[in-house]
Each structure stands twice: as structure tokens, then as C-alpha cells.
């Protein structure tokens, strides 16, 4: 499993001039079939305010190389209080246009189910 999408990210403003210079060698990882990726922390590499347009694209990258079955979702957001809040490294994610109701269903939540093998308890 990659974390924090395999890049060096912030604890407080700003983020890196080149926050996503080094995606395509976390990119050439997705020829490994066994490995995934967390898109954590995603936010904080934003140069844009919330929500955060600016990071799509290389995102994509990520989401196309190694499809939404081997990526999910995190805020990393204990680390990344200086940089935004909760709320805003949830609803980035679900506000954008740049996701399909399914991929925004896999990354949120089924992926991590199914590599994980787990559900909510029904108590």
C-alpha cells in the first residue's frame, strides 16, 4: 500500500512549488498489480482554495493508472489541520464533477472494504 499518494506533502501552507513532481514514478507502480494507493492528504498539495480544482488533474493520473479497485481515500487530516479542516478534505471529494457517482462509491469507501475485507458491524 502507497500512502499519502507516495509524495512528500505539508504540514502547514504552502504547499510545494511542484507538490506533484515526482507522480510519475509513483505512477510506474501500477504495473504491479498488487499494489494500491492511498489518496491521502490529497488537499494539501492544493495551490487553489477549497475546493481544491487544482488537484484533479494529476489526480487523474493516479485514478487512471491504477483504477479506482486499487485506490482509496483518505484526508490524512491529523496531519493536515494547519493546512485545512475536516470538512473540507470530505467534501473536495464530494462536491467535484471529476468523479462518477461509482468511482466516488469505490473511493470513499468500497475499495477499502474489499482490499481490506471488512464492513461496518450491524449492532
Not at 507522480?23 to 504495473?31: G, T
Request: with cysteine; aromatic share 12%; hydrophobic share 45%.
Amino acid at each position: 500500500m502507497i500512502v499519502h499518494l507516495g509524495l512528500r506533502q505539508p504540514f502547514e501552507p504552502p504547499a510545494p512549488p511542484e507538490p506533484f513532481a515526482g507522480l510519475p514514478k509513483v505512477v510506474a507502480l501500477a504495473a504491479h498489480d498488487n499494489i494500491a494507493v492511498k489518496i491521502s492528504g490529497a488537499c494539501t498539495l492544493a495551490h487553489e482554495p477549497f475546493p481544491y480544482k487544482d488537484i484533479w488533474d494529476p489526480l487523474a493520473r493516479f485514478f487512471d493508472a491504477f483504477g479506482f479497485d486499487r485506490c482509496l481515500w483518505g484526508t490524512d487530516w491529523t496531519r493536515a489541520t494547519g493546512v485545512l479542516t475536516y470538512a473540507q478534505g470530505v467534501e473536495a471529494f464530494r462536491v467535484t464533477d471529476r468523479l462518477s457517482d461509482g468511482d466516488r462509491a469505490a473511493l470513499m469507501g468500497g475499495t477499502l472494504a474489499r482490499i481490506y475485507k471488512w464492513s461496518p458491524s450491524k449492532g
